[in-house]
């Protein structure tokens, strides 16, 4: 049984920062390329950030220099440090683990960037 389990979400204000976590069980984690999306109430889901098995990482541009994401494959553990956050940052964060033919989501965690 495949399992996300995301946390570090909550309400912070503009410019703050919150690192969000995600572990995953019942996977080979090391071989899966591990992604952090978002959605926006009202709007699209979007890929904001991944990290390939081998720790090449890529960031959608409204968050490249602010958002760091990282793997820790002897944790079974992914991280999104995020900083500088802003209002439009305001969204509910998945972890998403790939490998091809295979897809796993975690059931979320609400990031809220209000002053």
């Known amino acids: 049984q495949v399992q996300l389990v995301e946390s570090g979400g909550g309400l912070v204000q503009p410019g703050g920062s919150l690192e969000l976590s995600c572990a995953a069980s019942?996977?080979?984690?090391?071989?899966?390329?591990m992604d952090w999306y978002r959605q926006a109430p009202g709007k699209q889901r979007e890929l904001v950030a991944s990290v390939s098995s081998g720790g090449s990482t890529s960031y959608v541009d409204s968050v490249k220099g602010r958002f760091t994401i990282s793997r820790d494959n002897a944790k079974n553990t992914v991280y999104l440090q995020m900083n500088s956050l802003k209002p439009e940052d305001t969204a509910v964060y998945y972890c998403?683990?790939?490998?091809?033919?295979?897809?796993?989501w975690g059931q979320g965690t609400q990031v809220t960037v209000s002053s």
């Open positions: 019942g996977i080979i984690f090391s071989t899966y390329v």
């Open positions: 998403v683990a790939r490998r091809n033919p295979f897809t796993y």
